[in-house]
């Protein structure tokens, strides 16, 4: 049977670093990715990077990833692309999903040593009447089809949510090409970076807060051709009367994400829900470890944040599984967390980020009241 | 408050919540103005002044200063910008004249000399404006700094162009 | 209508891979091989991939990512491959997909 020291789940910022890690330490890595690239979101982040300078600030995002793919190369990380966890087994056993060359599948059973899950996160929905024409879709589904794919979604975009997400994306859809015709929020305020929205707002974007989008109409080729938006109240209801039709061909909804937890589920690690993070999120400690002893977790999948805390989680995550593994002391790996406390320590202050780090503090302390320390569940 | 509800600011605003270079300051030439108001962790910009004009500190939420005496105007800052928010006002580069340089990431980049339309904080088209200058080298990272000229009396105002 | 983003301030847009013909539909159009079948035929401006089963409506691109599945079709045969994750090969027969089939 297959064997490796270190599983880790999704190849995004905070599964490549936790990989790159745990492979330095001289554990045997294996990465799994379900995508055709590794990398997660970073290839889809072409902006200048917030942070400081020990995070590469001010570096675009994909070449962050190309610095990340490049460590995980030397370190000696092995990537299985196309491939998805499908069973997690008493006795440390998972079985993968694993895509093989011409677009076909094997299942394979794998003896993991420690598990590392940064499967990330998945888009909110919107419903609204027609929300499911060809033309509706995430922010990220745009982002994804224009800076990975380079091919626009459509020409004329109404984007909904103010988010830094719904921001960010108008900004690279009109870098893209695309014009973006209106911004709808329902809130009275912009949520996101003020600096973003100054961008859009300066590129001609008109934002209409308090609104939200009634109808997406389609045309005779059943695609979106018309879209419907509305006043709301004060209960985010739409206000009879106010409705205006904007001509668009495509709606990017950018309503937020939330942590993708299957895997977690599939390893029956301990819930607990939390709204500011996005959902339901797995209860770990400061070692970033669940209430399964072995299997830890990192990035948004954790609670959804950025690529920045998903990288310095990740690092937290690799560097604790080689800890137990007896690869490094215990001194060592206690000294490097708290570095990497620190860091992240700052970056979740702020108006936008000291909610995140009251409620981290919180999920730290109900590990500590209701796990404690984690148990063997085989 | 216009920047949370519209997504722009008020000249007012950015007056109360950063320090702008003194008129003294403009008629000796090209400036920085910092237009970044949020308490965010972001620091690059600090890094990115060899003159060392620009200081954040610890911690990185803290908003960034400028000491206008020691910047010189010379753009570095407003490539490095994640948020694309600071921007080089010269005030004295004609009688009647000013210039304005600004982060552009759109296509098609504008040229040298080319006639295009400046827009405010809220990408309203304010007056005619002429491309002196584009500078976009490897260190800027794909951020071209692009410079206008406009008339003096939308220096505070004009802080980009409509999208070509 | 040509989707393709053809200029980028910050990105190289030019798909170096080379140019294949697949089959939709029983039209031939032009894709790079490797880019996933899903953005091949967006940028020829096909946005439906789909029909629902009961109720016959059109579906397209919404997730990007393999995990909503609103843009599968029929693939060499094969029903419900997620065109957002599967990569384009020279001469691929792919179909509308009709409920499930």
């Known amino acids: 049977m297959l064997e490796r020291d270190v599983l880790v789940v999704g190849a995004g910022p905070a599964g490549l670093a936790a990989s790159i890690e745990a492979a330095k330490a001289g554990a045997d890595v294996l990465l799994v990715d379900l995508n055709m690239k590794p990398g997660g979101q970073l290839f889809k982040q072409i902006h200048k990077f917030f942070g400081s300078s020990a995070h590469r600030s001010g570096t675009r995002g994909f070449d962050i990833g190309l610095k990340l793919l490049e460590e995980a190369k030397e370190a000696g990380v092995e990537i299985w692309l196309q491939s998805t966890v499908v069973g997690a087994f008493p006795g440390n056993l998972i079985a993968i999903e694993k895509g093989v060359d011409g677009g076909a599948k094997e299942v394979i059973t794998l003896k993991s040593k420690k598990v590392i899950i940064a499967t990330g996160a998945s888009e909110n929905v919107v419903r609204f009447k027609g929300w499911t024409t060809p033309g509706v879709m995430g922010a990220g589904a745009a982002q994804t089809m224009i800076n990975v794919n380079h091919v626009k979604p459509g020409k004329k975009i109404v984007m909904v949510g103010s988010g830094n997400v719904g921001l960010i994306v108008s900004y690279q859809l009109m870098q893209a090409g695309c014009d973006v015709v209106a911004l709808i929020e329902a809130a009275p305020k912009i949520g996101g970076y003020a600096v973003h929205a100054a961008k859009i707002r300066r590129a001609g974007v008109p934002i209409y807060t308090k609104h939200t989008v009634v109808e997406a109409i389609p045309g005779e080729d059943g695609t979106v051709c018309k879209v419907v938006i509305a006043q709301v109240d004060d209960h985010f209801n739409p206000i009879p009367g106010t409705e205006e039709t904007i001509e668009a061909d495509t709606v990017t909804i950018g309503a937020g994400l939330k942590p993708a937890t299957d895997m977690v589920k599939l390893e029956k690690c301990q819930l607990t829900f939390n709204g500011p993070f996005g959902g339901f999120i797995p209860l770990h400690n400061d070692k970033m470890e669940t209430s399964k002893s072995g299997v830890y977790v990192a990035g948004d999948a954790t609670g959804v944040e950025e690529a920045n805390t998903a990288l310095e989680e990740g690092k937290i995550a690799g560097i604790s599984a080689v800890e137990s593994l007896g690869l490094i002391s215990p001194k060592e790996a206690e000294k490097r967390r708290i570095e990497i406390w620190d860091r992240l320590e700052a970056l979740r202050m702020g108006p936008f980020g000291e909610r995140r780090q009251q409620e981290k503090d919180n999920i730290l302390k109900e590990y500590e009241e209701k796990i404690g320390t984690a148990v063997e569940m085989d | ?164 | 209508m040509c989707l393709r983003v053809d200029e980028h301030c910050i990105l190289d847009v030019e798909n170096k891979a080379p140019l294949v013909e697949i089959s939709v539909d029983g039209n031939t159009i032009k894709a790079h091989e490797g880019e996933p079948i899903l953005a091949a035929l967006l940028s020829n401006g096909i946005k439906v991939n789909r029909y629902t089963v009961k109720k016959h409506e059109p579906r397209g691109l919404f997730c990007g990512i393999g995990q909503c599945s609103d843009c599968s079709m029929v693939v060499d045969g094969k029903a419900n491959v997620r065109t957002c994750i599967t990569p384009v090969k020279a001469g691929m027969v792919i179909k509308t997909q009709d409920g499930l089939k």
């Not at chain 2, 970044?36 to 003159?51: H, M, R, S, T, W």
């Open chain 2, 1 to 164: 408050m216009a920047l949370i509800n519209d997504g722009y600011l008020e000249f007012e605003e950015l007056n109360k919540l950063q320090k702008l270079p003194s008129e003294e300051r403009y008629a000796k030439g090209p400036v920085a103005v910092i237009e970044c108001v949020q308490e965010i962790p972001c620091n690059p910009c600090e890094a990115a002044c060899k003159f060392g004009a620009i200081n954040v500190g610890n911690p990185i939420t803290n908003l960034p200063t400028c000491s206008h005496d020691k910047c010189t105007g010379c753009g570095v800052c407003v490539s490095k910008c994640p948020g694309l928010a600071i921007f080089i006002v010269n005030k004295a580069y004609s009688e009647t004249t000013a210039t304005v340089g600004f982060p552009y990431e759109y296509m098609p980049t504008p040229s040298e000399g080319m006639a295009v339309s400046a827009v405010n904080r809220k990408g309203e088209v304010v007056c005619d404006a002429k491309v002196v200058k584009v500078v976009n080298p490897p260190a800027f990272d794909h951020t071209p700094v692009v410079t206008i000229e406009i008339p003096k009396e939308y220096a505070d105002e004009v802080r980009s162009i409509k999208r070509l």
